[in-house]
């Protein structure tokens, strides 16, 4: 009953910055902790950042942490991705998430999905 609607993806240099954007829809977002995720070919779909409604934790992957910042505004029902320092290794899917859990950082709390959008950092 929450759908899901990434965007803010697109073509960058190694070292430049993009904001992602996810717009939830469908029930209260309030109740849910959201959690970006990502994806490259061949690969499985790995954590990259979460956060938590109850208190607002936030929690990061040990490769983005520095780096990439994970916001929400529940005004707006959307969950932010500010991502600086863009490593070709960062190319992928990104996908948000929502989970009714406190526990952002384990795909498997995850029941919602949007449609992933993609990111390309290029050396």
């Known amino acids: 009953q929450v759908q899901l609607v990434e965007s803010g993806g697109g073509l960058v240099q190694a070292g430049g910055s993009l904001r992602l954007s996810c717009a939830a829809s469908?029930?209260?977002?309030?109740?849910?902790?959201m959690g970006w995720f990502r994806q490259a070919p061949g690969k499985e779909r790995e954590f990259v950042a979460g956060?938590?409604?109850?208190?607002?934790?936030?929690v990061y992957a040990d490769s983005v942490k520095g780096r990439f910042t994970i916001s929400r505004d529940n005004a707006k029902n959307t969950v932010y991705l500010q991502m600086n320092s863009l490593k070709p290794e960062d190319t992928a899917v990104y996908y948000c998430?929502?989970?009714?859990?406190?526990?952002?950082?384990?795909?498997?709390?995850?029941?919602?999905w949007g449609q992933g959008t993609q990111v390309t950092v290029s050396s």
């Open positions: 998430a929502a989970a009714s859990s406190v526990i952002v950082s384990e795909i498997r709390h995850y029941e919602h």
């Open positions: 469908g029930r209260t977002f309030s109740r849910y902790s």
């Open positions: 956060i938590s409604w109850i208190g607002g934790r936030t």
